[in-house]
């Protein structure tokens, strides 16, 4: 489909298939997105999108409508030689062509248990991150992005454009000593973006399946891998437990250097090794700042001014982390392929607040929890803003502009909008939760999303419905919290018993969207590991274990699962 608009007051913008568009450069000039600048088409001023002005846009209808995401305008087709086409019918035409030949690269960052507030874009003002900061300013940020409360569940969403209460993967992590993954049976992102023509890359961390091959990266869709496939790992020896967790391309490497490091390096290898006529996808999912805190000497040591020496570790990680994130720029404009790259930034969940989320090498006889979330409520492994808001931003020069974007964004969004943007079909998904939200974040128009799912599961769950927030904890007793996240974003006051009918309607929902949810794997595996015979842990005289009670042992209850404060 191709459309053109002139929003009120603004330069006209020209669209193509399914609405992508950028703001043209010069008035009354539209540079159609994915012509890289090489194709730019006059258009008369008083053109219209159809979406933006229905009674204007059938006087100047511009194609078959509903275009298949990767099916080019049919100039055949009948209104296609209606008045006032033959220039539109030329430029689909072209543009379609041009489009195809330009599909943007992606390069989808990840941190991994990042604080809101601890990166500068967000107002951080004792850990340095320059590189980010400049991403963000140049771009766009994003005010209102949001995750599920930890790793997997995240990654799930954003591999799977799908809740992950959907499959069986909303419920804390997979444990190391666990064998189930993602379900085999989801259509990827990187399948999808594989079947589009692109070069597909994870870089970094993947915890969605490592027991078994099947559910390993480079058999979802992924032509490279390199990194990790669980979810916390030393950040020198690579390995989880003692059992090592680095692999490139499936074989287990063994290696120096911080992982960090090793990734920036590797994913600048691999935009070396590109070129601009195929275009690719990379998933850069770094495991930093994740626990445990570790980082290089000469990191810790620029940040002598910060006096706890948890926090400063922490803040060696994240400059760390924001040098390699800016070695891959750098690279990208070596290569002349920044204008032409599409660059995503976001961690997977809030920072740590509970000490139970700490992960299970964090030494917490000396640890102080070193993340902040900035004024949200708590962090990862909560319901509350402070596990599921997180620090993000997008850069694309000359098609994102700098501005703070406030529309709701989820993870699930962006399969979708990756999709569209790479002219890719989506046909093989199963139903799709996310919405493309391209308009949203280059145009800063209202967000179609209008509903954000924090989580189902059968012990709690949460939906914001507008700026109504409901958090229920099923588990007996049970509680509601009711918070009006406009009025109060800190969620401080519950506001459910004078609200009743907003309460019982958002239970609605939750109890609707919870008939269509999947058992959680994580709480089946729990219950098979509880329910097996093994070897008891006997204390006392006549046994020969004398192991003592481990008091920190993690344990699933309503506070361990994470909707209690931390101070
Ligand atoms: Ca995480």
Redesign the pocket.
């Known amino acids: 489909m191709v459309c053109i608009k002139r929003k009120t007051g603004g330069p006209p913008v020209f669209r193509v298939r399914h609405g992508r568009a950028a703001r043209a450069p010069l008035g009354g000039v539209a540079c159609v997105r994915g012509l890289n600048h090489r194709l730019q088409a006059a258009i008369p001023a008083d053109f219209v999108h159809k979406e933006q002005n229905p009674a204007l846009a059938a006087q100047a209808t511009c194609g078959p409508e509903k275009m298949p995401y990767g099916i080019a305008p049919n100039p055949d087709h009948p209104r296609m030689k209606q008045p006032l086409i033959p220039c539109l019918a030329a430029a689909a035409i072209a543009c379609a062509a041009a489009h195809a030949a330009a599909k943007p690269n992606i390069v989808h960052i990840v941190a991994?248990?990042l604080g809101w507030k601890d990166v500068g874009f967000n107002g951080c003002t004792d850990i340095r991150t320059p590189h980010l900061d400049q991403l963000a300013a140049q771009g766009v940020k994003l005010t209102q992005f949001y995750v599920q409360p930890?790793?997997t569940p995240?990654r799930a969403a954003l591999m799977t454009g799908r809740y992950p209460f959907r499959y069986g993967l909303q419920t804390i992590v997979i444990p190391g000593p666990a064998n189930y993954g993602l379900d085999t049976s989801e259509f990827l992102l990187p399948q999808c973006l594989k079947d589009a023509g692109y070069t597909t890359a994870i870089i970094g961390k993947w915890h969605l399946g490592h027991a078994d091959t099947k559910y390993w990266p480079k058999q979802r869709g992924f032509d490279y891998q390199y990194g990790a496939m669980i979810?916390e790992l030393d950040y020198y020896t690579h390995s989880d437990s003692g059992v090592l967790d680095w692999f490139r391309n499936n074989q287990p490497v063994t290696e120096a250097g911080y992982t960090t490091q090793l990734l920036g390096t590797d994913a600048v290898n691999f935009i070396k090794r590109q070129s601009a006529e195929k275009p690719f996808y990379l998933y850069l999912a770094f495991n930093a700042p994740?626990t445990p805190y570790q980082a290089p000497q000469d990191y810790i040591a620029r940040y002598k001014d910060i006096a706890e020496p948890t926090r400063r570790t922490y803040a060696a990680m994240v400059t760390c982390l924001d040098d390699e994130i800016g070695r891959v720029v750098a690279a990208l404009d070596s290569k002349g392929l920044r204008d032409n790259t599409l660059i995503l930034f976001h961690?997977?969940?809030g920072g740590t607040r509970n000490a139970m989320f700490a992960g299970q090498m964090a030494d917490l006889s000396k640890t102080k929890i070193p993340c902040d979330n900035g004024p949200w409520r708590d962090g990862?492994g909560a319901l509350f803003e402070g596990g599921c808001r997180v620090a993000a931003c997008a850069n694309w020069p000359g098609h994102l502009h700098p501005q703070s974007v406030d529309g709701m964004i989820h993870a699930v969004d962006l399969y979708p909008t990756f999709a569209a943007l790479a002219g890719a079909s989506t046909a093989k998904c199963k139903p799709l939760d996310g919405l493309d939200v391209w308009t949203t974040l280059a145009e800063n128009q209202p967000s179609p999303r209008k509903e954000i799912i924090y989580n189902i599961e059968p012990f709690r769950a949460a939906v914001r419905q507008g700026d109504w927030k409901l958090i229920w904890r099923s588990l007996i007793p049970t509680s509601v919290d009711l918070y009006n996240l406009a009025d109060d974003p800190c969620e401080k006051t519950n506001l459910a018993a004078a609200h009743p009918d907003q309460v019982s309607a958002m239970q609605a929902r939750i109890e609707a969207l919870g008939k269509q949810a999947v058992k959680p794997l994580a709480l089946m595996y729990v219950a098979k590991v509880g329910l097996a015979h093994g070897k008891p842990l006997m204390a006392g005289a006549g046994s020969n274990n004398n192991a003592p009670a481990d008091d920190h042992a993690p344990s699933i209850t309503d506070d361990g699962i994470g909707d209690s404060d931390t101070p």
């Open positions: 991994d248990d930890m790793c995240t979810g994740h961690s997977d969940n990862k």
